[in-house]
């Protein structure tokens, strides 16, 4: 990776090996200041970069992108989101466009949950393309330096070519069905163009490692950075919420029992947390953490620290 | 309609409170309605003669009499005399469905009016036809190459009737071995030990004498197709073959031991046939994998008992129930405990852990109260369920059978009788009774008998131009008695298997299938009589 | 064919406006065979409408061979003059045909139309196409990725695939893209699901607009 | 012989199944039945199913009285027995059949009605499916005779006898019910609390399900003992009467459902496997009875005079005493008592429990049903239907012979 | 006979039943009418609604037990079908309870009379 693809300072921190830190913002239901700001005051100098969710799981928040400009104003560095469930090809080369003109450098391609999830099911639901094809979409427009259509991207015929260029990153599970298929999925995403990638809150740790022996196997690690992501328990009630009810998470029984025994289930949850950091860290192949404490953003600074892994580089 | 109106008779049953009954003003009101052409009342019927109703030849009779008049044969007496075809003559019961459900001070004549007017209207709409009775085809398929199909094939055949056996090639050793091996009550001794496989094969080689007999490789079975006097079967061979009757003794499978290294009954009575040592501690574990049937737990006592004597190991056998409800069973429960085989009869605590085939079993006995600890048993046997094999399964699946619980294919209903399946014409060998094959035997010879099957009376007919051929009365008749019929792209009913219950008519969206003598305009307005 | 279902009566109650004579219309064809809006069904709703309390005069159930064919009107053409409105039991074209022919009458829908779909059993109907007018059933081992994935995607089970059954309802829907998984598995064409299939061409599905199907060689 | 005729004694499940079966095959047939209707022991037992059917098969023996109705070609001979058997120069049977005819005439009867409102006693039953006979309770005051308008009614009655030729005989004697008052150790006819299995299913059949002196409202405990009369020798039977088990549990399940507050003990000594599907069934009544896996030692009476069962409990190791409004002895099956004679007429032998034990077809004599082993309804069916297949080939035999 | 209920019954568990109640001394109302068919999966909905449709205050259907049914399926099937005719009579604002359908074993009479009984009274027949 000679030239830099989009120069942000998470593109840089990863071509230096560093161990990185990813957090996860979710934009308010409401245009309510106060809420990211508090957020953003609770992760700075703690993380290196910070997801922005778009819509996450079909409920209506503050766009990714704005929300992404205003975290990056603050000081923050976004990593934008962008599913497929909202907008067709056009909508998203236009929001890509935009973004880059506002200074955000890493994009991540998802596919979305289904408005069946959220709070407007009667929707009607777009996925024009999907996160695959997202990636080389956003590949194309940045190397190649064309549209989905093929054009090239310039105002007009003598006009210069103004490319928008991205740190691109998609969503990976080493737990959903079919097993045995999950790695080719990766490769799929990896000939596709992605250069990082971020994991679903892994809990069965076992499977996490086969996983990572398959892809390191194939040498994917050395042509994409992966971010182990996990997600700090608060209490029993959410860790049987996990299981039950959101899809592709899957918990091992020794996980419950461990919680079911604990006291404390926050304390619990922070310490469970930090053992993974520390056992990521020794993985061959794994990049960096991805902490998403949903709506428990100011557990992230404990949990960085207690891994010892402040202070952060700067990103120069 | 044809123009045939009704003659109403009636018996005054003067038995019952009959005589209160004003029968001119009944006879005035069933007048006045255009189905009823006369009314005609008896003294006591079931002692006058039949011969009052000559004067109506040719008419059709509705009898209003009591279940004593079937009895005595009165009602066939009438139908000869008069040679009235069915759907000419239709009878009440007065007695059971007015005078013993209603109490006297009720106005008997408007209900008798009503009753008469219904049952008159289903009689108007009826065709009279003729009896029909249609002879299934000559061959008989037996499925399945166990002791039952050989014996069932056998005897067939010594009654000069073709029997095909598709052997099912599945050599494997099925429960219920040992009591055919062990149990016979001539049981020699313990030298010449006549393995149920020598058994077999001398059964095969008797049937296999007979010229009307022959055999089917198991695989050649590719598809099956029901016509009105059979099953026609397709075979790999492209060979299409019709048969009269089929006749399943499934090969029944028992499920392998979870637990690995421990032995099921099939295991056991392989290493018995081939004489292996059977020394040390020998564990029966029942009523773990699956609860013992009675069959299984008179395996077991007759497999310790032998291995018992033969090799003086150390038999102790563990269970919740001893399943001693077979005929001998008892018996042989306390021989067993005479010869000094320890029993156990353990609670809901038991526990066996498996550390790679060394085990251990520990729990509490019934008997004593207290604790017992079998530590590393040499042999570890516990009965797996028997259910029916896979072949069998696929083959009763073919059939589109009815199955209970996996393991007999037979409806779940009391009504078959031993023997019958939920599809006329397919009989199933019934593995447990003493004499399962004589009861087999006498069902497949009345489907044979000389008078052929008797087509029921509300056999379904199809309305060619309203039958929109969408197949539901195919999926929902419980006998499969529906077809289609490829060329008029229409719904069949096969005359032979049909039982008249009327569930294809009752769903048929398009109303285009109507029971003979029982239509749906007929019984709605038998329903409209009623008031 | 195409799959249908009834509308709640008390929903068609609400539409069913007070008028002296209504004309319940069935359709032999599809309808029929998904257990809708056959002969049985209208008979079953005229007597329903009838005994409802709703101030509607003479209520009469007729069925005609299809909805779907100008011809078949003629029937019904003096039926329809006398009522005043007409409850039709077919699928979507049906009820627009009808509408169309009798240009002033009103005509309320009696069924929900649902998808073109297959018999799987005795009251048991399933998805099957989109009529996306661009098919792939080639590429997928004959299972459509469009209509059998809740969210048409294009390129393999999304991440919330568990054992076999789509995220949205893990008790009833399978996960379109295991059974293609599996399918193409048996096949050994995986490598089908290896390539990065490019975005469809919507412009022949409904998107493009409105379809018509023109063949001039039949045309009279 | 122009036609095959068959006689058979007793008019129970078996002997109408065969009945039937043969008539159907156009075979003559000669039915001796000792009650005064068709149907036998059985056919005053009542439906047991909760909410499904559990397959007892109580509906088919009343199915089978139906369709023996609409048979005109049966000749039968009610309250009659078996007297004579011998061999008539080698071809066929000679038997003696005494009849001891019933009050009511059945072949006059046509179930008016008047008998029953005149007799006093009300000792005009009516057997399900067949028509009115006159039980024990009559004590001949004469006041039926003159009401029956068809005279069917005659109070002496003397008895017959009638020597019939048939070509083979099958046996379907049945079974008798165990009577527990044989040991004093069940205590059985010193509480009316104390009932057997037989008691009940006929208070099942009358839907009244608890006998009088025990109030539906007030019946919160119930025991059922399992075992009295078989598998113990001093007691009855030495076998299994494979049938307890079956009926106990069915009829513990439907109480269950009838009166949900009562608590349902059942002590048992091992439950047998029975039918097609126990697993299914066992699973749905394991949830409405407690198992008790002892046999009671004795019983007493306490004061408001409920039985008191006193047993060894096995879990906590001493004698435990439970009193209960109602105790339900599960009687077994005993030998028919007329299983000696006709042994001894025929030539049959008898096992060590008391059923006959017969080489089916030897000399043209079958035995089926319970008077072989004990049996549920359901294999006395399968049963009976295999000994009409051996009958018929045993007369086609013949008649090739000759 | 406007003000009647119809009670149809199957002409093997349903018939016993009847036959049993009415050997116990138990009397129908006056005014109920009995309809007999081979078996209650004979029923279809038209008929029952067109039935209703023509005065009768209500239909009350005795089959056999569930898995005792002679046709295998029939009982069940007519338990199913009235069941959505409830359903469509009560959406369509007549209360469903004028069609009810219980299953009776062959030696139930008494079970059935006080069932009729209740389904007369809550139907308002005498």
Not at chain 2, 461 to 479: A, G, I, N, Q, S
Not at chain 3, 104 to 117: A, D, E, R, S
Not at chain 4, 127 to 151: H, L, M, Q, R, T
């Amino acid at each position: 990776m000679k030239n830099s693809k989009a120069g942000s300072r998470l593109e840089k921190l990863l071509d230096r090996g560093e161990f990185v830190v990813t957090a996860e913002l979710g934009p308010p239901k409401s245009v309510d200041r106060e809420v990211i700001d508090s957020k953003v005051e609770a992760l700075r100098d703690a993380v290196d970069a910070v997801n922005i969710t778009d819509n996450q799981t079909a409920i209506v928040r503050v766009s990714s992108i704005s929300t992404g400009i205003y975290v990056a104003e603050k000081g923050l560095e976004p990593i934008f989101q962008v599913t497929c469930r909202d907008r067709n090809r056009l909508a998203i080369q236009a929001d890509l466009l935009g973004a880059c003109l506002n200074g955000l450098k890493n994009v991540l391609c998802l596919t979305g949950d289904h408005q069946s999830f959220g709070n407007h099911p009667q929707a009607k639901q777009v996925y024009d393309i999907d996160s695959i094809q997202l990636i080389k979409m956003v590949k194309d427009m940045r190397d190649e330096k064309i549209f989905q259509c093929g054009e090239e991207i310039r105002n007009s015929k003598k006009a210069e070519i103004r490319e928008p260029r991205f740190l691109i990153g998609a969503a990976a599970n080493p737990f959903a069905d079919p097993l045995e298929w999950r790695v080719n999925r990766l490769e799929k995403k990896v000939n596709a163009g992605v250069d990082f990638i971020q994991t679903q809150c892994i809990y069965d740790m076992e499977r996490f490692e086969q996983w990572m022996e398959e892809v390191v196997s194939r040498g994917l690690h050395e042509k994409v950075k992966i971010l182990a992501g996990v997600t700090p328990i608060r209490s029993l009630g959410m860790l049987r919420y996990m299981r039950d009810s959101v899809a592709g998470v899957r918990i091992p029984d020794s996980v419950i029992k461990r919680f079911e025994d604990a006291e404390n289930a926050r304390e619990e949850g922070i310490n469970f947390c930090v053992e993974q950091i520390k056992r990521f860290r020794k993985m061959k192949g794994v990049a960096g953490v991805h902490i998403m404490a949903i709506e428990w953003e100011n557990a992230v600074r404990g949990i960085v620290e207690s891994a010892d892994l402040l202070p952060r580089p700067n990103g120069v | 309609m044809n123009d045939k109106k009704i003659v109403a008779v009636l018996c005054d049953h003067g038995c019952r409170n009959g005589s209160k009954i004003k029968y001119d003003e009944l006879k005035t009101n069933l007048k006045k309605s255009e189905v009823i052409e006369d009314f005609l009342l008896v003294n006591k019927a079931c002692d006058s003669g039949v011969e009052f109703l000559d004067a109506y030849k040719g008419r059709k009779i509705l009898f209003g009499g009591c279940s004593l008049l079937e009895e005595r044969g009165i009602y066939s007496k009438i139908k000869e005399r008069l040679g009235l075809k069915n759907g000419e003559f239709r009878s009440f019961d007065v007695k059971a469905d007015l005078y013993d459900l209603y109490p006297d001070k009720v106005n008997l004549e408007e209900l008798l009016v009503c009753k008469i007017l219904s049952m008159g209207t289903l009689l108007y709409h009826a065709e009279p036809y003729e009896e029909e009775r249609i002879k299934p085809a000559e061959g008989i398929l037996v499925y399945g190459d166990g002791i039952t199909a050989l014996r069932t094939a056998r005897a067939l055949a010594e009654e000069d009737i073709s029997v095909e056996v598709l052997e099912t090639g599945e050599q494997f050793l099925s429960p219920g071995l040992f009591s055919q091996h062990f149990g016979r009550p001539d049981q020699r001794g313990l030298s010449s030990v006549v393995s149920a496989d020598e058994r077999r094969k001398s059964e095969r080689n008797r049937v296999a004498g007979f010229k009307n007999v022959r055999f089917l490789p198991s695989d050649a079975f590719l598809s099956f197709e029901t016509v009105e006097d059979g099953f026609v079967f397709t075979f790999k061979s492209g060979e299409k073959r019709k048969f009269g009757t089929v006749v399943i003794a499934p090969e029944r499978e028992e499920e392998q031991s979870r637990e690995t290294g421990a032995l099921n009954l099939t295991d056991l009575y392989g290493k018995i046939v081939c004489g292996e040592p059977l020394k040390g501690e020998v564990v029966f574990l029942l009523d773990y994998a699956a609860d013992t049937s009675p069959e299984v737990f008179k395996d077991v006592l007759l497999a310790g008992k032998y291995i018992k004597r033969r090799f003086a190991s150390e038999v102790r056998i563990l269970m919740k129930n001893a399943k001693v409800s077979v005929s001998g069973a008892q018996e042989l429960y306390d021989e067993c405990r005479e010869q000094g085989i320890i029993f156990f009869k353990y609670l809901e605590d038991l526990t066996l852990k498996n550390n790679y085939g060394d085990f251990e079993i520990e729990g509490t006995d019934l008997y004593t109260g207290d604790k017992f600890l079998i530590k590393e048993p040499d042999i570890l046997v516990i009965p797996g369920r028997s259910i029916l094999s896979p072949r069998s399964k696929n083959f009763a699946e073919a059939l589109e059978l009815l199955t209970i619980s996996d393991r007999y294919p037979q409806p779940d209903s009391l009504w078959r009788l031993p023997n019958e399946t939920n599809r006329p014409g397919v009989f199933v060998a019934y593995p447990t009774g003493d004499n399962s094959i004589a009861s087999l035997l006498f069902s497949v010879r009345a489907r044979l008998s000389t008078a052929g099957i008797a087509v029921n009376e509300h056999i379904p007919v199809v309305d060619e131009d309203k039958c929109v051929y969408c197949l539901t009365c195919v999926r929902v008749c419980p006998f499969k008695a529906m077809t289609t019929d490829s060329e008029s792209r229409v719904a069949k009913v096969l005359r032979t298997v049909c039982q008249g219950c009327g569930s294809c008519a009752a769903e048929c969206p398009a109303e285009a299938i109507q029971l003979r003598n029982l239509t749906g305009e007929s019984l709605y307005q038998g329903i409209r009589a009623l008031g | 064919m195409i799959v249908a279902e009834q509308k709640p009566i008390g929903e068609i109650l609400k539409k069913l406006p007070e008028v002296e004579k209504l004309l319940v219309l069935g359709c032999d064809t599809c309808v029929t065979v998904c257990l809708a809006g056959g002969e049985k069904e209208v008979k079953v709703m005229c007597s329903a409408i009838r005994m409802a309390d709703k101030k509607i005069g003479e209520v009469t159930g007729f069925s005609i061979e299809r909805q779907c064919d100008r011809e078949f009107f003629k029937e019904i053409e003096a039926v329809v003059k006398e009522s005043d409105a007409i409850l039709s039991l077919a699928c979507g074209a049906g009820v627009q045909m009808l509408s169309d022919y009798f240009e002033g009458k009103l005509v309320i829908p009696g069924l929900n139309t649902h998808f073109i779909g297959s018999n799987e059993g005795a009251g048991y109907w399933l998805e099957r196409c989109l009529g996306c007018g661009d098919c792939m059933l080639d590429i997928t081992g004959g299972i459509c990725p469009k209509t059998r994935c809740s969210k048409g995607l294009m390129n393999g089970p999304c991440g919330g695939s568990e054992n076999g059954m789509c995220e949205i309802d893990p008790l009833n829907t399978e996960c379109g893209w295991y059974l293609i998984y599996e399918r193409l598995k048996k096949l050994n064409m995986l490598q089908n699901m290896m390539t990065n299939q490019p975005p469809r061409d919507w412009s022949r599905a409904h998107d493009g607009g409105p379809r018509k199907l023109l063949r001039e060689d039949i045309q009279p | 012989m122009s036609s095959n005729s068959v006689c058979i004694i007793g008019a129970g499940i078996s002997g109408l199944t065969v009945a039937n079966n043969l008539v159907n095959a156009g075979i003559e047939v000669t039915l001796v039945e000792r009650n005064p209707y068709p149907g036998g022991r059985a056919l005053f037992y009542g439906c047991k199913a909760s909410d499904s059917c559990v397959h007892c098969g109580v509906c088919l023996i009343r199915e089978a009285v139906m369709n023996f109705r609409r048979t005109h070609n049966i000749k039968s001979q009610f309250s009659s027995e078996l007297t004579g058997f011998s061999r008539s120069n080698g071809e066929g049977i000679l038997l003696e059949i005494e009849t001891h005819p019933n009050i009511i005439d059945w072949r006059l009867c046509t179930e008016c009605g008047k008998c029953i409102e005149a007799c006093p006693e009300n000792a005009v039953k009516i057997a399900p499916g067949w028509k009115y006979y006159v039980d024990s309770g009559c004590n001949d005051c004469g006041k039926c005779v003159d009401v029956c308008p068809e005279g069917a009614i005659a109070l002496k009655r003397e008895s017959m006898r009638e020597s019939i030729h048939a070509d083979c005989l099958v046996i379907a004697s049945g079974f008798k019910p165990f009577d527990p008052s044989v040991n004093r150790k069940w205590s059985y006819g010193e509480s009316p609390r104390i009932i057997t299995g037989s008691d009940l299913e006929e208070l099942f059949y009358t839907e009244n399900y608890l006998p009088g002196v025990v109030k539906k409202s007030d019946c919160k405990r119930i025991a059922f003992l399992q075992c009295v009369g078989s598998r113990n020798v001093t007691e009855g039977g030495e076998y299994c009467s494979r049938v307890c088990c079956a009926y106990a549990l069915q009829m513990a399940g439907r109480l269950k459902d009838e009166f949900p507050h009562t608590e349902i003990d059942f002590y048992y000594m091992d439950i047998q496997h029975f039918g097609k599907d126990f697993e299914s069934f066992f699973g749905d009544v394991s949830r409405k009875v407690n198992f008790i896996n002892s046999n009671p030692i004795t019983f007493s009476v306490d004061r408001a005079d409920r039985p008191v069962v006193r047993y060894e409990s096995i879990t906590e190791q001493k004698d435990k005493e439970e009193a209960y409004d109602l105790v339900v002895l599960s009687n077994g099956i005993a030998p028919g008592d007329k299983n000696e004679a006709l042994a001894k007429m025929t030539g049959l032998s008898l096992d060590k429990s008391g059923f006959l034990y017969a080489m089916n077809g030897m000399g043209g004599v079958f035995v089926t049903g319970a008077c072989k082993q004990p049996m549920r309804i359901e294999d006395c069916i399968e049963d009976a239907t295999g000994v009409t297949g051996e009958v018929l080939s045993y007369l086609e035999e013949r008649v090739q012979v000759k | 006979m406007e003000e009647s209920l119809l009670i149809i019954y199957c002409s093997e568990g349903g018939r016993k039943a009847l036959q049993k109640m009415s050997s116990e001394g138990f009397r129908l109302p006056s005014g109920v009418c009995t309809f007999e068919l081979p078996c209650t999966g004979r029923i279809n909905d038209v008929m029952l609604m067109e039935t209703l449709q023509n005065g009768v205050r209500g239909i009350f259907v005795a089959g056999c037990r569930e898995e005792n049914c002679k046709y295998l399926d029939g009982n069940k099937r007519a338990l199913r079908r009235i069941k959505r005719i409830k359903k469509l009579l009560s959406d369509a604002g007549i209360e469903g309870k004028h069609i009810e359908m219980q299953t009776f074993g062959p030696d139930e009479g008494k079970r059935l009379y006080s069932a009729i009984n209740d389904f007369a009274g809550k139907v308002g027949v005498s």
